[in-house]
T-cell receptor, first 114, second 113 residues
Framework: DAGITQSPRYKITETGRQVTLMCHQTWSHSYMFWYRQDLGHGLRLIYYSAAADITDKGEVPDGYVVSRSKTENFPLTLESATRSQTSVYFC?????????????FGAGTRLSVL | GDSVTQMEGPVTLSEEAFLTINCTYTATGYPSLFWYVQYPGEGLQLLLKATKADDKGSNKGFEATYRKETTSFHLEKGSVQVSDSAVYFCALRVSQGAQKLVFGQGTRLTINP
């Protein structure tokens, strides 16, 4: 299916484990983003990528690692999961960095760290 | 820094009532403004946008006007339906920096029949 897809939709893990959340888009959009959604905070940017092999930190990058070897994929890795990383994670993409461009969101991954 | 402040929820209305969800912002430069909607169990969907002062965005009966003088982008709908029950996010995007969206905290709207 075309669009932006995230996997898994739900994940339960334990403190200290490594977890990778996947994001795939079929539009060949240049920009991709990872946000986390927490009650009272709205969505906050973790990392973003302007193109393949170009990534940069957002507002809350600590404890996360990203890569972008291909334009269509933008995985997010929690190297050693902590309880504070329990959240809903959203991936998004946009055609360019223009302020007018719409960001399109995936359905999200709900992560619980026990 | 750039920020968005939204009317706190939750908001509960009866069907066919008039809706206003307030949104104000602080930004450097000339932001674009957006309203996103999140239905239960789903990701965020763009509801409407405005890219310059005095622009009015509209979609599905919802409207919002970009007011630079009051730094506001309030969401309105004349007659809400049960199907409008969702969480609504106001957001801005600025031209410099991370090209990110800056979100408000979200407003949960429940419409009762």
């Amino acid at each position: 299916d075309a669009g932006i897809t995230q996997s898994p939709r739900y994940k339960i893990t334990e403190t200290g484990r490594q977890v990778t959340l996947m994001c795939h888009q079929t539009w060949s959009h240049s920009y991709m983003f990872w946000y986390r959604q927490d009650l009272g905070h709205g969505l906050r940017l973790i990392y973003y990528s302007a193109a393949a092999d170009i990534t940069d930190k957002g507002e809350v990058p600590d404890g996360y690692v990203v890569s972008r070897s291909k334009t269509e994929n933008f995985p997010l890795t929690l190297e050693s999961a902590t309880r504070s990383q329990t959240s809903v994670y959203f991936c998004a993409s946009s055609e360019s960095g223009s302020v007018r461009n719409i960001q399109y969101f995936g359905a999200g991954t709900r992560l619980s760290v026990l | 820094g750039d920020s968005v402040t939204q009317m706190e929820g939750p908001v509960t209305l009866s069907e066919e009532a008039f809706l206003t969800i307030n949104c104000t912002y602080t930004a450097t430069g000339y932001p674009s403004l957006f309203w996103y909607v999140q239905y239960p169990g789903e990701g965020l969907q763009l509801l409407l946008k405005a890219t310059k002062a005095d622009d009015k965005g509209s979609n599905k009966g919802f409207e919002a006007t970009y007011r630079k003088e009051t730094t506001s982008f309030h969401l309105e709908k004349g007659s809400v339906q049960v199907s409008d029950s969702a969480v609504y996010f106001c957001a801005l995007r600025v031209s410099q920096g991370a090209q990110k969206l800056v979100f408000g905290q979200g407003t949960r709207l429940t419409i009762n029949p």
